[in-house]
């Protein structure tokens, strides 16, 4: 028997990814999207692509009841913490409303379905660097709408497990990247980087933010492989961080770009870039998942940022 699985936010960076994963390994699943981040015209599921914004309890709940999902691995979110600030109301609605929809709609029809939660490192907040790396009994005290939204997100997770015996998992996710990743660090500079090459920017210079920043880095294809595990060994009711194991600064990046690219470029710092509040590190403990899952971290930094080259030389 093939899994019934069911992905929200394919149309993000991680759902295209993770897709593609379960359908390799025979599952038949259900694809939903809403305003995509990604350019889903070159993506080829076998499975079902249905626009849903899970906003809609009607839609959602049609959905669970035609599809009858054995698993949920519910991705779709506002993930972005700028965006958040601009329109907390609407990332509020579809990361909070929209958990709500799927977690009632599984009661209301009384499904046996695991759901993993995509949950975020924006939870914490602010890290000292005596705290890092961050466990998971760590207070969560976000800095942002979105980073409040993600706690009401886990919580509501937790709150249906232990009241209705909805099995659920949460991943704390620490910051991820790949090819198709956009608007992070990793992905605008290679962007950036491909345009110089190709001369579709002729100025040569690299826009940053703060560059003594650090975080912890973890491709795409690392993560969905350890949701994949989660949903298979993890313990229900739980909260896992996700981490890289290694931190850089994000200076550190650029110094691993120069080594990739054959032309020089200079440094630009962009005041626009500078946030008034950037946590200053964001690295947790994947302990607990690890010991759990037998999961860790394969893809080194500098094959994610070549591949993340090769992927917009190919598209720009």
């Known amino acids: 028997m093939r899994d019934k699985v069911w992905v929200t936010g394919y149309g993000g960076f991680m759902g295209v990814h993770l897709v593609d994963l379960l359908e390799s390994k025979g599952g038949e699943v259900l694809a939903t999207y809403f305003r995509p981040t990604t350019d889903l015209r070159n993506s080829n599921p076998r499975g079902?692509?249905?626009?849903?914004?899970?906003?809609?309890?009607?839609k959602v709940h049609g959905l669970l009841k035609e599809f009858q999902p054995e698993k949920i691995f519910h991705l779709a979110a506002q993930s972005y913490p700028t965006v958040s600030w601009d329109d907390p109301w609407y990332t509020i609605e579809t990361n909070v409303t929209?958990?709500?929809?799927?977690?009632?709609?599984?009661?209301?029809?009384?499904l046996d379905c695991k759901i993993l939660n995509?949950?975020?490192?924006?939870?914490?907040?602010?890290?000292?660097?005596?705290?890092?790396?961050?466990?998971?009994?760590h207070a969560l005290k976000p800095?942002?709408?979105?980073?409040?939204?993600?706690v009401a997100q886990e919580m509501l997770g937790y709150q249906y497990y232990k009241n209705f015996g909805i099995e659920s998992i949460a991943v704390r996710i620490f910051n991820t990247t790949g090819p198709g990743k956009a608007n992070d660090v990793c992905s605008d500079f290679t962007k950036r980087l491909v345009q110089i090459a190709k001369g579709i920017d002729v100025e040569k210079k690299l826009r940053v933010g703060n560059l003594r920043t650090r975080r912890a880095i973890t491709d795409v294809r690392d993560v969905i492989r350890a949701f994949d595990l989660a949903m298979?060994?993890?313990?229900?009711?739980?909260?896992?961080?996700?981490?890289?194991?290694?931190?850089?600064?994000?200076?550190?990046?650029?110094?691993?770009?120069?080594g990739l690219v054959s032309f020089d470029f200079e440094v630009w710092q962009d005041p626009e870039l500078l946030r008034p509040t950037d946590e200053p590190i964001i690295y947790g403990s994947s302990q607990k998942f690890q010991k759990e899952t037998g999961w860790k971290q394969e893809i080194p930094l500098e094959k994610t940022l070549k591949d993340m080259l090769d992927y917009w030389h190919g598209i720009l």
């Not at 929209?98 to 009384?110: A, Q, R, Y």
């Not at 739980?238 to 994000?250: F, H, I, R, T």
């Open 118 to 137: 995509a949950c975020s490192s924006a939870e914490y907040g602010f890290v000292t660097e005596d705290e890092v790396p961050v466990r998971e009994d």
């Open 232 to 258: 298979n060994t993890a313990t229900v009711g739980e909260a896992y961080n996700l981490s890289g194991e290694k931190v850089y600064e994000v200076r550190e990046i650029v110094d691993i770009l120069r």
């Open 98 to 110: 929209g958990t709500v929809n799927i977690f009632e709609g599984v009661k209301k029809l009384g």
């Open 48 to 58: 079902q692509v249905v626009e849903c914004d899970l906003r809609d309890q009607a």
């Open 143 to 150: 800095l942002h709408p979105y980073g409040v939204s993600k």
